[in-house]
């Protein structure tokens, strides 16, 4: 299993490009996360998924956007890139909920710069 | 609302010494509680975790007992070695209303061991 797969794993934009975060996992999680870190902080939840076809918003949503078609894949979308979006971006995959004690697995992250 | 508090960072301790990096959290219900570990460059990966008052979870000479009392979950090592070098997060989930099995983070703690 090669577990949470993410691409890219640095990237440069310029401020009001847009760009597609990947993300996708091999061990059938019915639930995905995108989480962002910024320096000295612990993450923060973006967006999450259930399931296929299920999206709902974390606590920092705004301008990205999510989708998910299948359950492996579970992209993260940035349509108008500022410099408050200039992170590390972790996608992760879970079994069931967290509250069973379930891991979630990570990714190994994508750091995005915004000029 | 839910949170996370760990103690700041960073720590230097010598090879063999003795590690406490305290977290207490506020919540309501009754959370999970996680210690992750992220290495230079890396995503996170679960260290130890535990589900229910008085649990101690233990991993790689790690251990952190569950104290409702105290609403407390204190990672500790009896001898730390320098590929113990990382930055630490503790981390609950839980039952509560909105993000299914988010995991809600402190800030980190980064622990380098000198040789």
């Known amino acids: 299993n090669a577990g949470v797969t993410q691409t890219p794993k640095f990237r440069i934009l310029k401020i009001g490009q847009s760009m597609t975060l990947q993300c996708t996992q091999d061990?059938?999680?019915?639930?995905m996360y995108w989480y962002r870190q910024d320096p000295g902080m612990g993450l923060k939840l973006i967006y999450y998924?259930?399931?296929?076809?299920?999206?709902d918003k974390g606590e920092v949503p705004n301008g990205y956007n999510v989708s998910r078609s299948t359950t492996e894949d579970f992209p993260l979308r940035l349509e108008l890139a500022a410099p408050s979006q200039t992170s590390v971006y972790f996608c992760?995959?879970?079994?069931?909920?967290?509250?069973?004690?379930?891991?979630?697995?990570f990714g190994p992250g994508t750091r995005l710069t915004v000029l | 609302g839910n949170s996370v508090t760990q103690m700041e960072g960073p720590v230097t301790l010598s090879e063999e010494a003795f590690l406490t990096i305290n977290c207490t959290y506020t919540?309501?219900?009754?959370?999970?509680l996680f210690w992750y570990v992220q290495y230079p460059g890396e995503g996170l990966q679960l260290l130890l975790k535990?589900?229910?008052?008085?649990d101690k979870g233990s991993n790689k000479g790690f251990e952190a007992t569950y104290r409702k009392e105290t609403t407390s979950f204190h990672l500790e090592k009896g001898s730390v070695q320098v590929s113990d070098s990382a930055v630490y997060f503790c981390?609950?989930?839980?039952?509560?209303?909105?993000?299914?099995?988010?995991?809600?983070f402190g800030k980190g703690t980064k622990l380098s061991v000198k040789p």
């Open positions: 992760a995959s879970s079994y069931r909920v967290g509250s069973l004690g379930n891991e979630q697995f």
């Open positions: 061990m059938n999680h019915n639930y």
């Open positions: 998924s259930v399931g296929a076809g299920i999206t």
């Open positions: 919540a309501t219900g009754y959370p999970s």
């Open positions: 535990a589900t229910k008052a008085d």
């Open positions: 981390a609950l989930s839980g039952d509560y209303g909105g993000s299914q099995g988010n995991l809600i």
